[in-house]
């Protein structure tokens, strides 16, 4: 059993390449006059190409609170003065020209719902808009030079068939045929609302249309509902038992890559009125509706085509060249789509709601697609384009891709509360600007001599003219044989009467024979004249012949100077998107550095801002080094002399217990000595209580293991430190004028001093010591007295500063209740009257005076009560 191979699915031809050079969109903008009913506007026309949007009351588009005023920029701004003829030739005139040769063009309309987008596209009657100017335009440029209805034929894939008069003939008779009821077209009456669209006085037509070729328009109506595309001008059999409803259409792409809607109606129109009037019955199928905006809100994006075919003329410059290959094909679509809208603000509900949400869809997918191409062109990227998410940005991708112009016409609503809608119009306008579309290439140049048509029918009127100076043809041809036959000479009488007649015949025959001589010359004139009529036409032949063969290599060299052309124009295409590849790495980099340099600084004034706080933390380290040393210093001199001052206290506690033992065994040794020895004096008196020593007896002594010795009657003073003020340096004494006279016996006395009321740095400057005198009232009420040491230190700066080292206390008490009697430590007892409180007297209590330091724990006080330490239980 043999097995069939399969068949390989054949490759699919290559795309034409297009051309290298790009355009940008061009982007235009229409204002509309502000309606009746409203008051604020929030857009100005500054100038011809710039508009500024501002942001009406209640509305804040800043954080802070701020009103915010933006402009934008466009190719050109049409205010709402400006006329529906001079949008026309701003904007879609250029597209025309383009189609009349050869070129694709789209033009759409965008904006919010209300903004007169249909308006500007279709216009009323006296103020025709964009589509009924540019069917106008291409009608009054191409309108000698079409051809008769059916010589173009469409192949329902989206190209054209030619075909000869006769074939034409033929199908016009038989589509009359099959399509008897034509007498709504044949009556020639429009509808009154698309009357006068157009007047005469503002028509256009374009230059250097090609006079050795065909046309012939074909226009189709769509619209995409829902996503959904149906064909307007579809003839619909119309039941009223069950309606059927339209069959959506379906989109394909062609053997170049184009898009198109299949089964489609497309309809041949010899007139601009008869174009119009296709696009008006098409109209009236649209879906539109009734929304809180908008009266007649569109609901659907409309798309009207115009399929220009061109065909040039044979050699002879009279019949259409039968070559499909020849036949060039351009299309122009005028699109309108409906306006982006939020329901809140319509009130729509139901469907209206499912319509506006696919509008939105749709609408939001060709801002994307329009923000993915920007990024490709100026990134250098490579994403790939959702053209396929809608019908839309589907139908109209080879546009993008450089098969034609893309134009676009932003119409806003001034009023104040459409400026939100507004805002994302203009900053989706704004990005589209900057998408750029390779420019279409032009079409090939036929090789048959330009000029043919007129030849040709230069040709025919000079035949016509001569052939009525001649006269008619046919009925001369005998005139002119019986003028021929009259020039010959005359024949002699041919009647013979007699057989022996010898004068007629021979006579006759010399009559013939002269005529045979003159038929002869003529005949010699005649071939001399058409040999010499032959050497003519065959000069006119080779110098026609090496006319042509001079065109043929005029034309190569212009195909090899095109092709240098083309060349070049792809290296300059190359290097330029070398150069702008490399101004986008530079931008880059300079932002990078840009970014850099500011991280520099930034990092250099937080360095200098760390260098500030550490040298702010080491010199506060230095000083609480300072410090620290200093209070380390006092708190070491502190307890050095508490440790001294509790030394001599314990030291002075066991003395005076060593001393009592002691004077308990002397007077147990004088009990026992006095009751041995008979006849002894009187003893003293006895006494309750050792006699306590006196202040120089009781100063502590060196600790040792022998006993001590028994104290003598001889006072010794104790040592007391001498103060620092007695010194050589020289002090200034600070007292305040506030300062109380106590009238103390004890009073502050420094020598060799500087007194002030008030420091001053002239006073420092000279003096080593600081002291200030400062009065404050105790915890019991009485007045307080503290002198307040330091040291003056010279600064780097030159100055001076004080460090302050200890405090001296000065204390007055005054007693309300009678003093003890102070008792003398040198001497015994007068009259042998001991007292019991000899532990408790002033000398006693005031026998240790104590210098205190600043940071003492000790309370204040020039007196130190020498009290002894209770021992533990």
Same mark, same amino acid.
């Given at each position: ?95 025309? !020209? ?16 209300? $903004? ?97 070729? $065909?046309?012939?328009?074909?226009? $189709? ?46 309809? +041949?129109?010899?007139?601009?009125? +008869? ?21 007649? $809100? ?193 024949? =002699? ?5 007699? =057989? ?74 190359? #290097? ?164 109380? !006279? ?21 006073? #420092? ?42 405090? +001296?206390?000065?204390?007055? +008490? ?60």
């Amino acid at each position: 059993m043999i097995r069939q191979a399969k068949g390989k699915t054949p490759r699919r031809p290559p795309k034409k390449p297009s051309s290298n050079q790009k355009d940008p969109v061009g982007v235009y903008c229409r204002v509309r006059p502000l309606g009746a009913g409203d008051e604020e506007c929030c857009i100005e026309v500054i100038s011809s190409s710039t508009i500024q949007l501002h942001a009406p009351e209640g509305f804040k588009t800043n954080r802070n609170g701020e009103y915010k005023e933006t402009q934008y920029s466009f190719k050109k701004v049409f205010g709402v003065s400006v006329s529906q003829i001079e949008l026309f030739e701003h904007v879609a005139k250029p597209l025309v !020209d383009d189609l009349l040769h050869g070129k694709n063009g789209l033009l759409f309309t965008y904006g919010v719902t209300g $903004s007169g987008k249909t308006f500007t596209m279709t216009g009323s009657p006296g103020q025709g808009g964009l589509l009924p100017r540019s069917l106008n335009m291409i009608f009054k440029s191409i309108g000698p030079y079409q051809a008769k209805r059916y010589v173009f034929k469409t192949d329902d894939k989206n190209g054209m068939e030619v075909q000869n008069e006769v074939d034409a003939l033929l199908e016009r008779q038989r589509r009359e045929n099959n399509l008897p009821v034509q007498k709504t077209s044949s009556r020639q009456k429009f509808d009154p609302e698309i009357a006068d669209m157009i007047k005469q006085e503002e028509d256009f037509e374009a230059d250097g249309i090609d006079e050795d070729s $065909s046309y012939s328009i074909f226009v $189709s109506y769509i619209e995409i509902y829902n996503n959904y595309i149906y064909d307007l001008l579809e003839e619909n059999q119309e039941d009223a038992i069950k309606p059927k409803p339209p069959q959506s259409k379906i989109l394909r792409e062609d053997h170049n890559h184009n898009m198109y809607v299949a089964g489609c109606m497309e309809v +041949e129109v010899k007139s601009a009125e +008869e174009a119009f009037q296709v696009f008006w019955k098409g109209q009236k199928k649209r879906k539109v509706a009734n929304t809180r905006l908008n009266r007649e $809100s569109s609901r659907s994006h409309s798309v009207f085509i115009i399929k220009l075919a061109q065909a040039p003329l044979d050699a002879d410059g009279d019949n259409i060249l039968q070559d499909k290959n020849q036949v060039s094909v351009s299309q122009l679509c005028l699109v309108d789509l409906a306006g982006s809208e939020r329901t809140g603000r319509t009130g729509a509900e139901g469907t209206r709601i499912r319509e506006a949400g696919n509008i939105n869809q749709s609408l939001l997918n060709l801002r994307t697609c329009i923000e993915i191409l920007r990024e490709n062109q100026m990134c250098g990227t490579n994403r790939m384009v959702p053209y396929r998410d809608s019908k839309v940005t589907h139908l109209f991708k080879n546009y993008f891709d450089g098969e034609g112009k893309v134009r676009m016409v932003v119409c806003v609503n001034p009023k104040a509360d459409d400026y939100e809608e507004t805002l994302l119009v203009m900053r989706f306008a704004e990005m589209t600007q900057e998408v750029e579309v390779a420019r279409p290439v032009d079409r090939p140049i036929c090789g048959f001599t330009p000029g043919r048509r007129q030849r040709n029918q230069a040709f025919k009127e000079e035949l016509t003219r001569k052939l009525e100076e001649r006269g008619p043809t046919g009925r001369d041809v005998p005139t002119i044989i019986s003028h021929l036959v009259h020039s010959l000479p005359p024949l =002699p009488s041919c009647e013979l009467t007699d =057989p022996h007649d010898d004068i007629t015949l021979p006579r006759l025959i010399e009559s013939l024979q002269n005529r045979q001589r003159i038929r002869q010359i003529m005949i010699d004139e005649y071939n001399q004249t058409a040999n010499t009529m032959r050497t003519m036409l065959q000069e006119l032949d080779s110098n026609l012949i090496s006319n042509d063969n001079f065109i043929h290599e005029q034309n190569g060299k212009l195909m090899e100077k095109d092709k240098i052309i083309q060349n070049n124009k792809a290296e300059i295409e190359r #290097l330029e998107k070398r150069t702008k590849m490399q101004e986008h790495k530079i931008d880059i980099l300079q932002k990078t550095t840009k970014i850099y340099e500011d991280d520099k600084r930034l990092l250099q004034q937080e360095l200098g801002t760390r260098d500030q706080r550490l040298h702010k933390e080491q010199s506060e380290k230095r000083r609480m080094e300072q410090r620290m040393h200093g209070v380390v210093s006092d708190t070491q001199h502190k307890w050095e002399k508490e440790c001294d001052r509790r030394v001599n206290a314990m030291q002075l506690q066991m003395q005076n217990k060593l001393w009592v033992k002691d004077e308990k065994l002397k007077q147990l040794k004088a009990i026992v000595t006095e009751s041995k020895t008979p006849g002894r004096p009187d003893p003293p008196p006895r006494q309750t209580q050792p006699q306590r020593p006196s202040r120089e007896e009781r100063l502590p002594a060196k600790r040792s293991a022998s006993p001590s010795p028994v104290p003598t009657t001889t006072p010794v003073r104790p040592l007391h430190r001498r103060s620092r003020s007695a010194g050589g340096e020289k002090w200034v004494d600070h007292k305040p004028s506030s300062s109380l !006279d106590l009238g103390t016996v004890l009073q502050p006395v420094i020598p060799n001093a500087i007194q002030v009321s008030a420091p001053s740095e002239k006073a #420092l400057s000279k003096c080593d010591r600081y002291v200030l005198t400062h009065q404050e009232v105790a915890s019991d009420g009485e007045i307080e007295t503290k002198l307040i040491k330091g040291e003056v230190i010279r600064t780097r700066g030159g100055g001076q500063s004080v460090q302050f080292t200890d405090i +001296e206390t000065l204390k007055q +008490e005054l007693t309300t209740v009678p003093g003890r009697k102070r008792k003398s430590s040198e001497g015994k007892p007068a009259n042998g009257a001991p007292t019991d409180g000899a532990w408790t007297d002033v000398e006693t209590r005031c026998s240790v005076a104590v210098e205190m330091k600043a940071g003492s724990k000790m309370g204040p006080g020039y007196e130190h009560h020498g009290i002894t330490k209770r021992r533990k239980p």
